[in-house]
């Protein structure tokens, strides 16, 4: 079975700043992908950035980046230059290429920008 | 270009009640998933539409069941409402041929269910 822990319930930086949120999961397989998606208070759940697992380089966004670590089974997302509309919950998510219907989620992050 | 759309906004019902959740998907797209969120959690496969037929479904019992119309809009029924029931309910529409390295799953903001 494919599990997503995130163990930071809650974060906070400051306005400006770099943040890392922590991601691992579990799977036995060897081809899927992984996402953060970002969740603000209007619930809308919102692609921040995604990872095929295939490739080696690490996926960048304009201010969001990830170090993926496949033997590791790792996958944390930075946030460059916080913002005050980064505040938000932020799910670590996986789903396998070949079954690509059941997406799973981390229970979540919640990130606070402060002023 | 309307996005996901779901309604109601909010909702309270009482244990042992049925309740109908709809959703219409974003413009051009098939496919329609729903998704559980229980306070504090991440969201839960519950089960994906296509073609007016259930294709797949997660760890749900079968109080949960679903419909796909033919414009591709759904609703999610859920029955015998248990306490356990209240959560963030969020539908996400896709393209049936959905490429993970390119695709993207659209989300509602969800119907929150109070169950008392």
Partial sequence: AQTVTQSQPEMSVQEAETVTLSCTYDTSE??????????????????????????????????????????????????????LGDTAMYFCAFILTYNNNDMRFGAGTRLTVKP | DAGVTQSPTHLI????????????????????SWYQQALGQGPQFIFQYYEEEERQRGNFPDRFSGHQFPNYSSELNVNALLLGDSALYLCASSLTIWAPETGELFFGEGSRLTVL
Avoid at chain 1, 41 to 67: G, H
Wanted: proline share 4%.
């Fill in chain 1, 30 to 83: 060897n081809n899927y992908y992984l996402f953060w998606y970002k969740q603000p208070p209007s619930r809308q759940m919102i692609l921040v950035i995604r990872q095929e697992a295939y490739k080696q380089q690490n996926a960048t966004e304009n201010r969001f980046s990830v170090n993926f670590q496949k033997a590791a089974k790792s996958f944390s997302l930075k946030i460059s230059d916080s913002q």
């Fill in chain 2, 13 to 32: 019902k009482t244990r042992g009640q049925q309740v109908t959740l709809r959703c219409s998907p974003k413009s051009g797209h098939d496919t329609v």
